[in-house]
């Protein structure tokens, strides 16, 4: 059974950090997986901001979070982290982990095509 557990959200002000966790168990996230990060603010659609290609360790940032947040993988944790600095109030939101075999970015791919997802994680930044 493939389960993505996503944690290390909080209440965090702004201009502070956080870094997130996405665990995976029944799956080997480095054997051809692209990880992605997406998040869901109240009232709007959820949006992919960051991917990682465990092919060739590619990474894909939106230019949303570009400069300020950064995806790495842990293989030995079979992890996928997202350290999240300068946060913003607009940064608020749930955010999901999901899996799939595409090559490349998942950033932009339709979130009902992404193959495996995780539970969200709340993240508050307040101002």
């Known amino acids: 059974d493939v389960q993505l557990q996503a944690c290390g959200g909080g209440l965090v002000q702004a201009g502070g950090y956080l870094r997130l966790a996405c665990v995976g168990s029944g799956i080997t996230l480095d054997d051809h997986w692209t990880v992605g990060w997406f998040r869901q603010a109240p009232g709007k659609e959820r949006e992919g901001i960051s991917s990682?290609?465990?092919?060739?360790?590619?990474?894909y940032y939106s230019d949303s979070v570009q400069g300020r947040f950064t995806i790495s993988s842990d293989s030995a944790k079979n992890t996928v982290y997202l350290q999240m600095n300068s946060l913003k109030p607009e940064d608020t939101g749930v955010y999901y982990c999901?899996?799939?075999?595409?090559?490349?970015?998942?950033?932009?791919?339709?979130?009902?095509?992404?193959?495996?997802w995780g539970q969200g994680t709340l993240v508050t930044v307040s101002s």
């Open positions: 999901a899996a799939d075999l595409i090559e490349g970015s998942l950033i932009s791919v339709a979130t009902g095509d992404i193959y495996y």
């Open positions: 990682i290609d465990s092919s060739d360790g590619s990474t």
